[in-house]
């Protein structure tokens, strides 16, 4: 499949690409959306070729303008890979390290993520270091090796989730290749709106499409994007295989969902930031995590990075776990789920998960700021903090 001419990506910018990529041609009386084509087999011609559609396994038609629009964003030349989830996509990402080589990832990378690499780590496929990402010295040192075997996969992610940790993404990919290794970056919370990792030296872009680019909590999806003629050969095999391939529905909702994704995460930012601000200094709040706060560790290095700051902030809430509790029991605008990156914004205490890392704090509340009026959400809060003020 070749890309969109009518797309111009390195002439359009961003915001307008996600509305005109994936487009079906401009003919007279063509519908201006792709359709969603139900089939799971395809007429041959008596020989598969190379290319040929063959089975729905392989290919869907309605896959092809998002995995156009995906790669188009994210800067690639290729098309993207759609995987039935985020997680499907992860799977298939660690299917690129050799038996037995070396995985450098985030103590705080997503929590499936970390629990499968955990689990086939322990399986013997591979060794897994895990570093604190935002230490560059610590993570060259992991994939260096110091004397023992040198890494064959970094694994970033940036900000990280849930401590929002910021990545020195340009210098770790560099000291990645130095030392041959692939790099996959999770980009979910940041979107290529905000962050383009390929441009940044890394080789895979992986995105939980359920979050912002699909962007209303209805759809399970995932994605891979390289530029990497190789990579993409044994991902797209690694797909076709083991079968974890996306919906052509729940396809066609996420490419209906990232033709607005340019406002939202515009709106839902500019909110974030907002918040944040007022929560730094609210008593009680004992700590913001938001890179877009001029005192966040990681600010310096998301200023140089990333075009703002994403709309995902966490709070440590004074008076310890069940003052967290109450604050989200108290909320009446924000609903308490798991998840990010919807038009609604989400409250989570992250540590109510078993495997949530126990370095992540009790009283940690995870915010995925929505699109709703900023004075409103800030107004639940507020609310919600009296009660708990009051409680304690
Ligand atoms: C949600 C998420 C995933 C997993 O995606 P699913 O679509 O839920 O399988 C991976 N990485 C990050 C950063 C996420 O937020």
Redesign the pocket.
């Known amino acids: 499949m070749t890309l969109e001419p009518s797309s111009h990506p390195d002439q359009l910018s961003p915001e307008t690409v996600a509305v005109t990529s994936g487009r079906p041609a401009r003919e007279h009386d063509a519908a201006v959306n792709p359709p969603i084509v139900l089939s799971s087999t395809y007429v041959g011609t008596g020989v598969v070729v190379d290319g040929d559609r063959a089975y729905g396994r392989y290919s869907n038609p309605t896959w092809d303008p998002l995995e156009e629009a995906l790669s188009a964003l994210e800067g690639a030349t290729l098309p993207g890979l759609l995987f039935a989830?985020?997680?499907?996509a992860?799977s298939a990402a660690l299917s690129l390290i050799p038996t037995g080589g070396v995985l450098v990832m985030p103590r705080h990378s997503?929590q499936?993520?970390l629990v499968m690499a955990q689990e086939q780590a322990a399986k013997g496929l591979f060794s897994l270091r895990m570093v604190d990402i935002a230490n560059n010295d610590e993570v060259i040192a992991a994939l260096t090796g110091s004397g023992e075997k040198a890494a064959d996969m970094l694994w970033l992610?940036s900000p990280t989730?849930p401590m929002l940790e910021v990545a020195d993404l340009h210098v770790l990919c560099r000291s990645a290749r130095a030392v041959g290794a692939v790099v996959v970056t999770?980009n979910?919370?940041s979107t290529p709106l905000v962050q383009k990792p390929l441009e940044l030296g890394s080789d895979v872009v992986?995105h939980?499409?359920?979050?912002y680019l699909a962007g209303h909590s209805d759809v399970?999806?995932?994605a891979l994007i390289t530029s990497d003629p190789a990579l993409r050969h044994t991902l797209l095999h690694y797909r076709s295989i083991h079968g974890a391939i996306a919906g052509p529905f729940e396809s066609w909702l996420a490419l209906r969902g990232l033709r607005t994704l340019a406002l939202r995460v515009e709106r839902a930012q500019a909110s974030a930031l907002e918040l944040a601000r007022r929560l730094e200094t609210h008593d009680g709040v004992d700590r913001v995590l938001f890179p877009g706060l001029d005192a966040d560790p990681g600010h310096q290095r998301a200023k140089a990075q990333m075009l703002g700051f994403g709309s995902v902030l966490c709070i440590e809430v004074a008076g310890g776990e069940e003052a967290a509790n109450t604050l989200v029991g108290a909320l009446r605008l924000w609903t308490p789920a798991t998840?990010?990156g919807g038009v609604e914004s989400l409250i989570e205490r992250r540590r109510r998960h078993a495997n949530e890392p126990a370095s992540v704090p009790v009283n940690l509340l995870r915010l995925s700021v929505g699109i709703e009026n900023v004075e409103d959400l800030w107004n639940d809060l507020a609310r919600a903090l009296d009660v708990v003020a009051a409680a304690g």
């Open positions: 989830s985020g997680l499907a992860v997503y499936g993520a992610e989730n999770d979910t919370f992986l939980s499409v359920t979050k399970i999806l995932g998840s990010l």
